[in-house]
């Protein structure tokens, strides 16, 4: 592709702009926040954040945000179609596994180039007493059956699974009330959003005898401070591992993602080689 036009006979003037490259983040974690932040006063860049609307008052993005499912996987390809997107980064929380498969999917189907930006999983350090599970349920097994003082750090959707197990004394944390509140004799709640200190968290845990963690193992710093609190008391941690995601380019961290997008808007203003050797 040419980058001159000829404006007059005998005149060559530079090729008007490329339009902004269209990004939409599938957001709802602190990496998609600030890689949002990053992009917003890019002018070769039209950012915009999708979010699920599970949070009651989500901190806001500095992009254009749009809330709320697209239908699965034909529903965001067709999305895709319809905004014309450039690129897709699926920033989701590691958790969310439905949503990165239909990233997957719709950005076959629709042929964007897909980035997830996946954090790193935590790792045992020296002094974590981690039990690692596979699911909740293995969880709640690993609890075992005499009661214990448990502190959950789950999501609110994921709650009534310990329901199934009402002989443990729960410490429930969450940025919205459960509501209606767990079908449990010994349950108490705390709302509170990260990101969490290491000594307000030894001062939780204390305060309220915690013996054991109940958590996912998420990632990222906004709440790690409970597994270092978990160390610092010796206390248990029953850690769910992450769900498999699907085989696609990945970052770890922010700036490997806008390393990634940097990179897509050099291939387009780069003309290919051969058409660089006029051939
Ligand atoms: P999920 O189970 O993987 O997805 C369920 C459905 O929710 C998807 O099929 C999609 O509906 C919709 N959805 C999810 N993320 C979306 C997004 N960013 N924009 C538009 N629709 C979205 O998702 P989840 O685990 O419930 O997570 C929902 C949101 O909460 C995500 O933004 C995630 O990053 C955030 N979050 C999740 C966790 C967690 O532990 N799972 C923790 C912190 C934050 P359609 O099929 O209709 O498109």
Do not use: C
Not at 76 to 84: I, P, S, T, V
Not at 106 to 123: I, N
Not at 150 to 173: D, M, S, T
Request: net charge positive; hydrophobic share 50%; proline share 10%.
């Amino acid at each position: 592709m040419s980058r001159t036009t000829a404006s007059a006979p005998g005149i060559i003037a530079p090729h008007p702009a490329s339009p902004p490259l269209r990004v939409l983040l599938l957001g709802g974690t602190s990496e998609a926040r600030a890689l949002a932040e990053a992009l917003a006063d890019r002018s070769d860049l039209a950012p915009s954040v999708s979010l699920a609307g599970r949070t009651r008052n989500p901190l806001g993005y500095p992009i254009p945000t749009r809330i709320g499912g697209f239908g699965g996987a034909a529903g965001l390809a067709a999305h895709l179609r319809a905004e014309g997107i450039d690129l897709l980064v699926d920033a989701t929380h590691p958790f969310a596994a439905v949503m990165s498969a239909n990233a997957a999917e719709a950005a076959r189907r629709a042929g964007v180039p897909l980035l997830a930006l996946a954090r790193p999983a935590w790792t045992p350090q020296p002094g974590d007493r981690w039990h690692a599970v596979e699911n909740l349920a293995a969880a709640l097994a690993a609890l075992g059956a005499a009661p214990r003082r448990v502190f959950v750090a789950l999501g609110r959707n994921e709650l009534r699974a310990l329901e199934a197990a009402p002989q443990h004394h729960y410490l429930i944390r969450s940025v919205d009330p459960v509501e209606p509140p767990l079908a449990l004799p010994h349950a108490r709640y705390i709302l509170d959003r990260g990101p969490f200190a290491l000594a307000s968290e030894v001062d939780l845990f204390k305060s309220h005898g915690i013996e054991v963690i109940l958590a996912k193992n998420s990632g990222g710093t906004a709440s790690a401070a409970k597994l270092a609190a978990a160390r610092a008391l010796g206390l248990q941690v029953v850690l769910i591992a992450r769900p498999p995601r699907p085989e696609v380019p990945t970052a770890a961290s922010v700036e490997e993602a806008l390393a990634w997008i940097d990179a897509r808007l050099h291939a387009r203003s780069t003309p290919p080689a051969s058409a660089r050797r006029g051939v």
